[in-house]
T-cell receptor, first 111, second 113 residues
Framework: GQNIDQPTEMTATEGAIVQINCTYQ??????LFWYQQHAGEAPTFLSY????GLEEKGRFSSFLSRSKGYSYLLLKELQMKDSASYLC????????????FGPGTRLSVLP | ETGVTQTPRHLVMGMTNKKSLKCEQH?????MYWYKQSAKKPLELMFV???????ENNSVPSRFSPECPNSSHLFLHLHTLQPEDSALYLC????????????FGPGTRLTVT
């Protein structure tokens, strides 16, 4: 089966750095994805990791450790517009290559 | 118009009504998906279509009936729904089923009274 865990809520200050963790258990790992979802809007793709290590894309970075079933999303130089939910999703070969989503982490950025 | 669009954006229906949700993608993708997003729950995959063939049905009740007439359009027909079916219904598409990025529409906020 699949199980994906994330913290429910986090709070951080504008200009700071925040790390959102995700742990997962799957029967056939084939990639981990992070999506951003603002309230009332569609999820938008942020990053993709399939090999161990860090992927950097501007202010956002994502890290993966397959042996530990662990990923994190790192947001630097936080801005008010980064207040959103961040969804961790895993593609699972045991689930027909489909995505399994975590519950999401609601991040609030305070001035 | 670009991306993935969904209509209506909001829908209120009684338990005896029949309604349909529409999704359209202008990205030339071959795979389309329906997800359900309930409060405080993860996104749940409902249906997957690849090249207009249904390839996944995640034990969804028969009161939800999908239809994919062509690779650009996806419908979700609703009938005899329950209040617990109230949720945000998201459509997504991707170039192929196994490609890594899905593009989501804005969703339809459904309320069943």
């Amino acid at each position: 089966g699949q199980n994906i865990d994330q913290p429910t809520e986090m709070t951080a200050t504008e200009g700071a750095i925040v790390q959102i963790n995700c742990t997962y258990q799957t029967s056939g790992f084939n990639g981990l994805f992070w999506y951003q979802q603002h309230a009332g809007e569609a999820p938008t793709f942020l990053s993709y990791n399939v090999l161990d290590g860090l992927e950097e894309k501007g202010r956002f970075s994502s890290f993966l450790s397959r042996s530990k079933g662990y990923s994190y999303l790192l947001l630097k130089e936080l801005q008010m517009k980064d207040s959103a939910s961040y969804l961790c999703a895993v593609r699972d070969l045991g689930n027909g290559q489909n995505f399994v989503f975590g519950p999401g982490t609601r991040l609030s950025v305070l001035p | 118009e670009t991306g993935v669009t969904q209509t209506p954006r909001h829908l209120v229906m009684g338990m005896t009504n029949k309604k349909s949700l529409k999704c359209e993608q202008h990205l030339g993708h071959n795979a389309m998906y329906w997800y359900k997003q309930s409060a405080k729950k993860p996104l749940e995959l409902m249906f997957v279509y690849s090249l207009e063939e249904r390839v996944e049905n995640n034990s969804v009740p028969s009161r939800f009936s999908p239809e994919c007439p062509n690779s650009s359009h996806l419908f979700l027909h609703l009938h005899t729904l329950q209040p617990e079916d109230s949720a945000l219904y998201l459509c997504a598409s991707s170039p192929g089923q196994a490609t890594y990025e899905q593009y989501f529409g804005p969703g339809t906020r459904l309320t069943v009274t």
